[in-house]
């Protein structure tokens, strides 16, 4: 069906499309349904690129019970801001309790549609209906993703109104429901900043920005949506270890301001009252977490300037913002380390195509201790290794000349696979490690790397065993793999600290709220933190093959192709700041690889990769 230039609307069954010179802009229609009989869903409108935009027409005149149904779901997959159409087929009273932002529910394929006649007659004025599907996920009234599954039945009711004797719906279903072809068109998911409360960085800037990921709807004014979703706070499972400078009740001054960055790149944020006597630091940290949200959401803003009562507050620039707080997305390694031939721990410049490598200075890269795994404090000044028998944990300054001392943790575990699992340094420069000893199963922190093990303290619902761990860059978030009989999942946790948090004996560290990044994998081998809410994961399916993929810390699928196909892939790291290569250790060494290109060969006799965390 070619497009027509003069930007005229053409008619097709069920649905107008109007061609435009900047793309196409679909109208949702009222696809035909029969009456009567067990009705399937089907997806309303197929995968369209980004650009297209779709938006629901109302019911028209005499419209049949059917269309009314099928209208008032494909108005639901519109671009219509305020849902304002979808309404026209509720009654007065249902449209104006409806909530349609109180929950998103995704479901594998559009929602089914099943019809019972009150009575058994075909002439009623009253009407019930089930939508069902296969659950994929939920978005909440804060905008947060989660993954789900089971299936989904929810009562919809229609009547016919006696005055104007036309069908409405009286009893629609909460929030709003899509398939996941309309959600993954119509939702994008962007990362909001908060500022770490239990992170002390030791380099400066000594505050971590935390990134909060939720799903906004890409055709309606993204920006606006973001930064009203800022203001409101972190969501409620990061909120026990973040906060934010806005103070509590601050909002945009009015209810219909739309933001648009000038031709300067700057932003302009009018708020409201609330944010009116708030102090230049306060105000600076404010427009810190505004710069970063917004970069994240589109290159188009580098400036932002806050007013309130009707005058400036503060305006701030990005570089100006990378002194206020650190995101690990910008925080770039000077090194990439791995084990050599010979188990000793040597680097690679990790910004360059150097194939080169040397040891690193100190005793774990110039002595005599064979390691299994490895890992480099965030500022490369510590590194730590497991024995290769897994039973030791050394650590040791990367400077020459410094004795490797005795092990500062010894695992009584039976074997090699039983015993102590790759350490992960966090921000504060504090070292993680699990004991995977059968007997005793723990995971540790080391304040500063050394001393006596602290035990962490973990969900008491958590079953099987750490296999792997990883802290994020911002200190409050860790990656855990768990294996459970055959299974083995990518778990994410939320990291709480009491007490003084450099005195092991009056500190408490524990691990919150654990959920699965990885919930269609049955299998984890592999996983690194590969952004500031984003994890790269090899692992495989249920009956499939070993695969590499991203995956978000909430569960769902970040947008973008996954990574080059590499086979036997035994390891797998990366760096938080995206402009690093991937590196793995597969069946052919050590490999790269660069951003747009294919994967590279660095090192043949090396293991266990790792940039710095």
């Known amino acids: 069906m070619g497009a027509d230039r003069e930007g005229r609307a053409r008619r097709t069954p069920g649905r107008t499309v109007a061609y435009a010179a900047c793309g196409v802009v679909l109208l949702a229609g009222c696809a035909s349904m029969p009456d009567s009989g067990d009705l399937r869903g089907v997806e309303s409108t197929p995968r369209q690129d980004t650009q297209v935009r779709v938006f629901a027409v109302p019911p028209r005149e005499d419209a049949s019970s059917s269309e009314i149904v099928s209208g008032f779901l494909e108005a639901l997959t519109s671009d219509d801001p305020d849902y304002e159409t979808a309404r026209k087929y509720l009654t007065d009273e249902a449209a104006r309790k409806w909530l349609p932002r109180q929950a998103t529910t995704v479901l594998a394929d559009g929602p089914g549609v099943d019809v019972e006649h009150l009575g058994g007659r075909e002439e009623t004025d009253s009407l019930s209906y089930t939508l069902t599907g296969t659950k994929v996920a939920t978005v909440d009234a804060q905008q947060s993703y989660a993954s789900a599954s089971g299936d989904y039945s929810e009562p919809m009711h229609l009547t016919r109104e006696k005055k104007s004797k036309q069908w409405r719906i009286d009893v629609p279903p909460r929030g709003v429901v899509m398939g996941k072809s309309d959600f993954q068109r119509n939702y994008m998911s962007v990362d909001k900043y908060y500022f770490a409360t239990n992170t002390q960085l030791g380099t400066a800037p000594h505050t971590a920005a935390v990134a909060d990921p939720v799903f906004v709807r890409r055709n309606v004014d993204p920006m606006t949506q973001m930064v009203r979703s800022l203001l409101k706070g972190p969501t409620s499972w990061l909120d026990p270890v973040a906060r934010s400078s806005f103070p509590t009740g601050t909002a945009l001054k009015n209810d219909d301001t739309t933001l648009t960055p000038n031709d300067q790149n700057r932003l302009t944020v009018p708020l409201n009252d609330k944010a009116a006597r708030v102090g230049a630091t306060q105000c600076n940290e404010m427009a810190a977490q505004l710069l970063f949200t917004l970069q994240n959401l589109t290159p188009m803003v580098d400036e932002v300037q806050l007013e309130a009562r009707g005058r400036q507050l503060c305006e701030l620039r990005e570089d100006q913002a990378e002194e206020i707080a650190a995101r690990g997305s910008v925080q770039r390694a000077t090194y990439l380390y791995f084990l050599d031939d010979k188990h000793r721990l040597a680097r690679l410049a990790a910004a360059t195509n150097d194939t080169d490598p040397e040891p690193v200075p100190g005793a774990l890269g ?22 290769l028998d897994g039973k030791n944990l050394y650590v040791g300054a990367l400077m020459s000349g410094g004795p490797l001392g005795e092990p500062e943790l010894t ?8 015993r102590l699992t790759a350490p992960s340094w966090d921000a504060q420069g504090d070292l993680w490690v699990a004991d995977r000893d059968p007997r005793n199963p723990r995971l540790l922190l080391l304040k500063d790397g050394v001393g006596d093990p602290l035990v962490v303290k973990t969900p008491p619902d958590l079953e099987g065993r750490i296999e792997s761990v990883r802290v994020a860059a911002d200190g409050v978030r860790i990656a855990l793999v768990v294996k459970q009989g055959e299974k083995s999942s990518l778990l994410i946790g939320r990291i709480e600290r009491t007490g003084d ?13 654990l959920r699965s990044a990885t919930p269609k994998l049955e299998e984890v081998t592999a996983m690194s933190w590969a952004g500031d809410s984003r994890l790269v994961v090899v692992g495989r399916e249920q009956g499939g093959v070993q695969t590499m993929r991203y995956v978000q810390v909430d569960g769902s699928t970040p947008e973008g192709p996954a990574p080059a196909a590499l086979s036997g892939v035994k390891e797998i790291t990366a760096s938080e700041d995206a402009r690093l290569p991937l590196i793995g ?24 990769p790792v940039y710095p965390g």
């Not at 110039?366 to 024995?387: F, H, I, N, P, W």
């Not at 450099?502 to 500190?507: D, G, H, L």
């Not at 250790?585 to 266990?608: M, N």
């Open 411 to 418: 695992s009584a575990g039976p074997s090699t696979e039983e």
């Open 501 to 513: 948090g450099k005195e092991a004996e009056r500190s408490a560290v524990s691990v919150h709220e």
């Open 366 to 387: 110039e002595g005599e201790t064979q390691l299994k795994s490895v890992a480099v404090s965030r500022d490369e000044d510590m590194a730590a290794g497991v024995g």
């Open 585 to 608: 250790y597969s069946e052919d060494g050590i490999v790269r690889l660069p951003s747009g290109a294919q994967w590279q060969k660095v090192v043949t006799d090396g293991t266990a």
